[in-house]
């Protein structure tokens, strides 16, 4: 068995840098939680482009069309732009919950 790389899909280089911008986005979220940064600040969290994510997909599918062998790469992909839109509705909901928590976090308790 053992692993082999397979065929490479041609959407798989636009996911990846959707991938990061979705991490950073939490990561953001996660480091007000944790009380680093400005909850005030009129800096929002990078949201991931919902147009680059579907034009992948179908990228991964249509080669899938005109190849077999991409069959589950393609699956894989199109389930992983799946879970990256929830993801990121998930942190646009997030967003001022996390900063209210976060401002809420920075008043002394006896007060």
Known sequence: MGY???PTLDGIDALSVQREIL???LERLASLLDGHGNPDSSSTVERVSHEVLHDSALR????WAEDPSV???AVAAVVAVEWMNLLD???GRLEDPVAEAARAARV???R
Not at 60 to 63: A, I, K, P, V
């Open 4 to 6: 082999r790389a397979g």
């Open 23 to 25: 991490i950073s986005g």
């Open 60 to 63: 991964c599918l249509r080669q």
């Open 71 to 73: 069959e589950r790469p």
């Open 89 to 91: 509705r998930l942190v």
């Open 108 to 110: 002394p308790w006896w």
